[in-house]
């Protein structure tokens, strides 16, 4: 543990929750950490609204477009959840809140439609090269 001379401001970290049901996971699951490692790849990359990488571009996954709830306070960045996610066993029970993951819905407007659907949820695809 890191110590500090004096009172100081600071942030807090949190586990993260799921906040909707979808396949294997259910609402208030804990989300599990993950870093994924290719070997072989300089770029990393995540496109929100599609299931298939460009071409030259391979596929590590696709899924559901999360974030923050856009009422809540606060900066969010997208994440992309895999199509087959999990949570951490025995988790749901409880609700300790922290970090809440949100299915990303797509809005008309600056956004067009089509080809996207109007408060329709997002799909998400990570790519390497």
């Given at each position: ?59 590590q996954y ?6 923050n ?61």
């Amino acid at each position: 543990m890191i110590t500090l001379d004096g009172p100081t401001f600071a942030s807090a970290v949190h586990g993260s929750e799921y906040q909707f049901a979808f396949r294997n996971i259910q609402r208030n699951d804990d989300v599990p950490c993950a870093v994924c490692r290719v070997t072989g790849a300089n770029t990393v990359l995540m496109v929100p609204g599609k299931v298939d990488c460009h071409k030259d571009w391979k596929k590590q996954y696709s899924g559901l477009l999360t974030a923050n709830h856009e009422g809540h306070p606060g900066t969010s960045e997208y994440a992309c959840v895999d199509e087959h996610p999990e949570g951490i066993e025995g988790t749901r029970t409880h609700d300790d809140e922290g970090k809440l993951f949100y299915p990303a819905r797509s809005i008309c407007g600056s956004l067009p439609c089509p080809p996207y659907v109007n408060k329709g949820f997002l799909s998400c695809v990570v790519c390497t090269r």
